[in-house]
């Protein structure tokens, strides 16, 4: 399948899958970085970015909800923070000597 540069590997039909976007974004992010894209080229690749990023986002909220529910115990159930596998601003503690980001 022939694509024309800049648009997404799926088409208008079909939702990519969050790894698909993630990838799709990365690609993005590297054409942008890599300077051989036009102006009006860029502009619309950094759209698409933004687009994939808020898109990205909005998945990951919703996971983040449905661990909480799952979690829920106690009369009333209460929610635990979900504390992912390493620092960041999306969960863990950052080890001593490592930055929280």
Known sequence: MTLKKGTPATG?????????????LESVVQDLEGGELTLE??????????????????TLDEAEKRIERLTANGDPPATE???GPGPGPR???PSEGELPF
């Open 12 to 24: 208008a039909e079909e939702t990519p899958s969050f790894e698909q976007a993630l990838e799709r």
């Open 41 to 58: 080229d860029s502009l619309a690749r950094y759209e698409e970015g933004v687009r994939l990023s808020q898109r990205l986002t909005r």
């Open 81 to 83: 923070p979900f504390e």
């Open 91 to 93: 969960g863990g503690t």
